[in-house]
């Protein structure tokens, strides 16, 4: 006889227990407005603590809680430059002496290339 009771129906699928006598936790709905002109409404629990920012369901923007209190922006950290590192190294006279340094070393290679440069044009000339 208890063979027969389960057969037709699929375990796990169904349940047969009811809602009734049983309290839902209370809630609250919160409503988040996004830059795009959306709005998302979203249940949380009433002791929970309903974050300012939620990602809008329509465009994924950051939507942000109505009549909330506006998120705090975070400090903004300043981006060194490569200037910005070269300047704790070293002063602006130390760089322009270096940089003397390097054109001299560059203008001494160019003197030397374009010497290269004339004499196998002389040889070339010459035979």
């Not at 629990?45 to 939507?63: F, K």
Request: hydrophobic letters at 35%.
């Amino acid at each position: 006889m208890s063979d027969r009771v389960l057969r037709g129906t699929r375990l796990g699928a169904v349940s047969y227990e009811s809602d009734r006598h049983t309290e839902f936790a209370p809630r609250l709905q919160a409503t988040y407005d996004c830059p795009e002109g959306h709005a998302t409404v979203m249940p949380f629990a009433a002791e929970a603590d309903v974050p300012p920012r939620w990602e809008c369901r329509v465009c994924g923007a950051i939507a942000l809680l109505r009549d909330g209190e506006q998120p705090e922006a975070k400090p903004t950290k300043h981006v060194r430059t490569h200037w910005d590192m070269l300047l704790e190294r070293r002063s602006v006279a130390e760089l322009e002496e270096v940089l003397a340094e390097r054109l001299a070393v560059l203008h001494e290679y160019q003197g030397r290339v374009k010497a290269a440069a004339k004499s196998e044009s002389r040889g070339k000339k010459s035979a």
